[in-house]
């Protein structure tokens, strides 16, 4: 909300500067606070002096220039100035606004000279209001009320010089979304005086009755309606059209702009119909028909749902209840009998409506925060005040439909319980004192009474608490947890996370981070959202795998045909319960095919403490010749189809593999009798696989075999077609006395044969 | 042979070689299988000649070991005094990995609150509405709620708006004290710009205890932010709201482009927003069945996205999502 000081100094009186009052409203009351924009004319070098009231003493076309007419103006200086202006809007005896030669305008690069225009000498410039920051019209000068004295320093009347606030209250102070709540706020944190404006409310003139029922209490607990006739349909005076432009809002006719100013005053959103177009001549509020349509007056036919509230005349609908007229009942210019609606409508269902419709106006924003009950009575004085005072209008009807106002809370408060919230202590005095500046009243014993614009959002201790902290916000010490129960540190789960990590970064991966939502998924029920974003986004995924392979196609656009990436995150496994299961999942595709990915895997396990055991098996998108599983998940090597070039992978569960971690390692002395270390090598059918034959020796040796690792395959003439010639190192060594070279040999032997039954291997030299 | 002639020939013989060539010979001419020296020790018949002639030959020994390591050592000083590289070469190229720079940020600040004997919870990122939403005090009617904002997998089922949920849960499942953080994936239905990504990632941190206080809250957020952001920063407490804390407030550091004069990183106010807190609604603790009278307790929730924009100047949330190798080198 735009917030113009001098319209907010009207209502407190504070000496603090604006940027201190933002500040200030920053800290203690608000979500956010712009910086304070400062519009209009300079405030430099009396420039400020330099824009006076005028009246025209006369007026003559310009001799030599149709478009322009030359003025008598007085300025109060005792001779008249003669001004040539351009515009046609006004006639002698009009009271003006003049700049005089020297003025900064914001519209000017240059100061204003004197000059001649055509031939004719013209001193000075009679002003538009898009000239000096107060609007956009250039249509015509702006015309001010005779009343005011010629030589008045023109920022007397109109706020040509301005610092504009823009500020945006958190959800629960919709109270703060209006001048007089705001000039409260700051009269309270700046101990300022406030002064609420107050106006008379009209007097009935040949009063008539008002028809309004409102069939729908809970979704419109308060109705104010009242009839307006002679209503003289025009532009409004110029200050009204000034603070409207500051403020942001448009300005578009005297009895739309009152009920504009008086939303922006109050914070009470108002609605004028015109009377005449209600073809049933009274209002009903009901929620909508089925079928229902309604065009609202920004031009577009809704249709309503059942839910919507509507304000209809008593046939059909004529506004979306505190959302947005209709505009067959708009008032234009024709209008001259007006029914002003100041009400009260219940937040969830004006949220719901606006949000179904996709349709937030400064209304909705308001009622869907909750708007005090109590306000469409203030509102709806105001506004009628203005409306017969700017259109000339007679006020015939009023009524006020409610079902009961509700009563404000009263909340038993311990001001010793602020002390131990805040862990400060506030003096009690002044904990009484900061509740009363924001309209709460303390009773002795300290039943705090609650004010009708805070009545929801402060119903309890708690809530009556956070009103004391954060006016002293900024006095609140930093203390840290007096502990007296400390346990910092990761579960096993985590600081092996961790691990893995540390070691795929140490191999050369990089970690990526990849969408858990994806355009499909290989498992038959994945989760899919009912309403997804994107196509893109649309399921749960079960497997880290597409999302890797997106990101190393996203290195190779980028011209790295080396990526090798990995990622830790969930996958989430239908569970047939209505939570799926949640898993962490290491994926990775590391460049350049299945043995570097090996190697890869192999560090990892070996980190872990673990031996990488892997079976032959099959997945979709591995290639079918080199594709293995584990107990953990599955590792292999890209199929050619999903990534040009060759790339091996793997996916593998976290708490299956974390769950063959040792909790803890215990010494060996693999130091004080050392290793008997062989070497064999074997000749065996091609279709043996060397991890056959490492169980096979492990098995034939038993746990006396430290180490069994193939470390040459080779295949040729000297082994002969179909075989190839396995080398495997062999370490023996017992923890408790060094091995004899026979017993090797022994052992050596055992395997030799095991191997020699199993799989017909013949020993090579 | 008259040892002590022998001696003298050899150790000048010693002295006189300049080579480990020369240096060999000497060797084999003196305590060769054929030397003078052998050729007695083998004809000694009496106790006394062979101490003498051994004490002989461990001297020779010794002297031809010392020279030929003096003769090694200026052959490997000439070696090396030859070998040079050019040291402004690179060095052979050794793969390098490198973390995310969120999973970066997750853990400095796990180990932040590690440090301050809080424990580390892996929150569910799948949530009932009762956790997402009920538990922690949403009003209905609350925007949130609302499928325009949250990305519902059934009436009850949501993916989690923030990690708070894992708060309830914890509460739940232990009495006070609780210290905990609780850091992960978070979803809301937002159309990704360089602010927003439809995923992102939260920190949740929550002390509940006897007389835990907004200003312990005040005083662990400027001890985070000092450590994450420098010690030099300042930061400041302004009000705000939330539904599951009161009184709410949200956490400020100082602008580290300007330093509190005013840029536009800062829309000239100074401070940077960082994230919200407060502390923890009794409602709150009513609903998992704490004694609000007896525990007070504090809680906040922030995004690393937000932690990686202001210290690292991350112009756009979505190139963290892209994976490009340029991005990923640079953390
Ligand atoms: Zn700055």
């Excluded at chain 1, 998940?633 to 971690?661: I, K, R």
């Excluded at chain 2, 602008?255 to 407060?278: F, K, L, N, Q």
């Amino acid at each position: 909300m735009r917030v113009p000081m001098s319209w907010l100094r009207e209502y407190v009186t504070v000496d603090a500067p604006a940027e201190e009052i933002a500040r200030r409203l920053a800290i203690c009351a608000l979500d956010e606070v712009e910086r304070v924009r400062e519009v209009g004319v300079l405030d430099v070098d009396d420039n400020l002096g330099r824009f006076l009231v005028g009246k025209v003493l006369a007026v003559e076309r310009h001799p030599s220039a149709d478009r322009l007419r030359v003025c008598q103006v007085d300025v109060g200086e005792g001779d008249a100035r003669q001004i040539v202006c351009g515009a046609w809007n006004f006639e002698a005896g009009a009271t003006v606004a003049v700049a005089l030669p020297g003025a900064l305008l914001p519209v000017l690069e240059a100061p204003l000279d004197e000059r001649e225009l055509r031939g004719q000498r013209s001193r000075g410039m009679i002003l538009a209001e898009d000239e000096v920051g107060l609007g956009e019209d250039h249509a015509g000068i702006m015309v001010l009320p005779d009343s005011l004295e010629p030589g008045t320093p023109l920022d007397q009347v109109l706020p040509i010089r301005e610092e504009v606030l823009d500020v945006t209250p958190t959800p629960n102070r919709v109270d703060l979304l209006s001048m007089v709540g705001l000039a409260r706020e700051v009269a309270a944190l700046f101990d300022g005086e406030l002064h609420v404006p107050e106006a008379d409310d009209p007097e009935l003139v040949d009063a008539e009755p008002v028809d309004v029922t409102v069939e729908d209490f809970e979704g419109c607990p308060r109705y104010v309606g009242r009839v307006f006739r002679d209503v003289a349909i025009g532009p409004s005076p110029q200050w009204l059209r000034s603070r409207l432009y500051l403020a942001e809002l448009r300005s578009i006719s005297n009895v739309v702009d009152v009920t504009n100013y008086v939303m922006h005053v109050w914070g009470n959103p108002l609605h004028a119909f015109d009377l005449t177009r209600l073809s049933g001549g009274r209002i009903v509020v009901r929620r909508a028909r089925p079928g229902e349509e309604l065009r609202t007056l920004d031009g577009t036919l809704r249709r309503l749902h059942p839910d919507d509230l509507m304000i209809t005349d008593g046939d059909r609908s004529v506004a979306l209840a505190g959302i947005m007229g209709g505009e067959e009942s708009e008032v234009s210019d024709e209008t001259g009998e007006v029914l002003l609606e100041a009400a009260n409508f219940e937040p969830v269902g004006i949220f719901k409506s606006s949000e179904r419709l996709g349709l937030r106006t400064a209304g909705s924003n308001r009622w869907e925060k909750g708007v005090d009950p109590y306000l469409a009575e203030q509102a709806a004085v105001h506004a009628s005040r203005m409306i017969v005072d700017l259109a000339g209008a007679r006020m015939t009807g009023h009524v006020d439909v409610h079902s009961g106002l509700p009563e404000r809370p009263v909340v038993r408060h311990r001001p010793e319980r602020t002390d131990h919230v805040v862990g400060f202590p506030i003096d009690p005095g002044e904990q009484c004192s900061i509740l009363e500046g924001f309209g709460f009243e303390v009773a002795p014993n300290w039943d705090v009474s609650v004010p009708t614009w805070r009545a929801r959002d402060v119903t309890r201790e708690i809530d009556v608490i956070e009103e004391v902290v954060r006016t002293v916000l900024d006095r609140v010490p930093f203390t840290m947890p007096l502990r007296r129960h400390v346990k910092g540190h990761l579960t096993k789960e985590q600081r092996l996370r961790r691990l893995v990590e540390d070691v795929l970064v140490g191999a050369g991966l990089s970690e990526a981070y990849t969408w858990s939502l994806a355009p499909s998924d290989p498992h038959r029920d994945a989760i899919r959202l009912p309403d997804p974003m994107t196509a893109d986004q649309a399921v749960l995924r079960t497997t880290l795998l597409p999302g890797l392979v997106e990101a190393v196609r996203t290195g190779l656009d980028a011209g790295f045909d080396d990526v090798s990436l990995f990622e830790i995150a969930r996958i989430y496994l239908p569970s047939g319960e209505p939570l799926p299961d949640e898993r962490w999942r290491v994926g990775a595709i590391v460049h350049d095919g299945y043995d570097v990915m090996k190697g890869v895997l192999e560090t990892l396990y070996a980190a872990l403490h673990l031996e990488l055991r892997v079976r032959r098996s099959s997945h979709p998108s591995l290639h079918p010749g080199k594709a293995a599983e584990t107990d953990a998940g599955w590792l292999g090597e890209l199929h050619p189809t999903l990534l040009e070039g060759v790339w091996g992978a793997f996916e593998l569960d976290l708490e299956t593999l974390f769950s063959q971690v040792p909790e803890r390692i215990v010494y060996e002395d693999v130091i004080t009798y050392p290793a008997a270390r062989q070497d064999i090598a074997v000749a065996v059918d091609e279709d043996v696989e060397v991890g056959a034959l490492v169980d096979a020796a492990r098995e034939a040796a038993g746990p006396i075999l430290r180490e069994a690792r193939v470390f040459d395959v080779y295949r040729g003439e000297q082994v002969g077609a179909g075989k190839k010639s396995v080398a495997i190192h062999l370490a023996f060594q017992s923890s408790e006395r060094t091995l004899t070279d026979e017993e090797a040999a022994e052992l050596r032997g055992k395997i030799v044969a095991a191997l020699a039954e199993r799989f017909g291997a013949e020993p090579r030299a | 042979m008259d040892p002590e002639t022998l001696e003298k020939d050899a150790l000048a013989a010693v002295a006189a070689a300049s080579s480990l060539d020369d240096i060999d010979r000497v060797r084999v001419e003196f305590l060769g299988r054929k030397s003078a020296l052998k050729l007695a020790l083998r004809e000694v018949r009496d106790r006394e000649t062979g101490m003498t002639l051994n004490a002989l030959r461990e001297r020779l020994e010794t002297a031809i070991d010392a020279r030929e390591n003096d003769l090694r050592r200026v052959e490997l000083d000439r070696q090396v005094s030859e070998e040079r590289v050019d040291v402004t070469m690179p060095g052979t190229p050794f793969p390098r990995g490198h973390l995310h720079l969120i999973t970066q940020i997750r853990r400095e600040v796990e180990d932040i609150f590690l440090g301050l004997g809080y424990t580390v919870v892996d929150g569910r990122e799948v949530e009932t509405t009762h956790y997402n939403f009920d538990g922690l005090n949403f009003p209905q009617g609350h925007p949130t709620r609302s499928p325009l904002h949250t990305l519902f997998l059934d009436q009850q089922t949501v993916l989690r708006t923030e990690t708070s949920p894992s708060q309830i849960r914890t509460m739940e499942a232990q009495e006070p004290p609780v210290y905990i953080v609780s850091l992960g994936r978070c979803y809301r239905r937002d159309t990704p710009d360089a602010t927003h990504t439809p995923t992102f990632h939260q920190v949740e941190g929550l002390a509940v205890d006897e007389g835990i206080s907004l200003a312990d809250l005040e005083g662990t957020l400027d001890y985070l932010l000092k450590t994450l952001f420098g010690e030099e920063r300042r930061t400041q407490f302004t009000t705000n709201y939330f539904p599951f804390t009161e009184p709410s407030i949200e956490a400020r550091v100082s602008c580290h482009i300007c330093d509190g004069s005013g840029c536009p990183v800062c829309r000239h106010s100074g401070w940077i927003e960082v994230g919200g807190a407060g502390m923890v609604d009794p409602n709150l603790f009513e609903f998992v069945g704490y004694d609000p009278e007896r525990y007070t307790g504090f809680a906040f929730g922030w995004g690393l996205e937000r932690i990686a924009v202001l210290r690292h100047g991350i112009p756009d949330l979505r190139e963290l999502w892209r994976n490009d190798p340029r991005l990923l080198r640079q953390f």
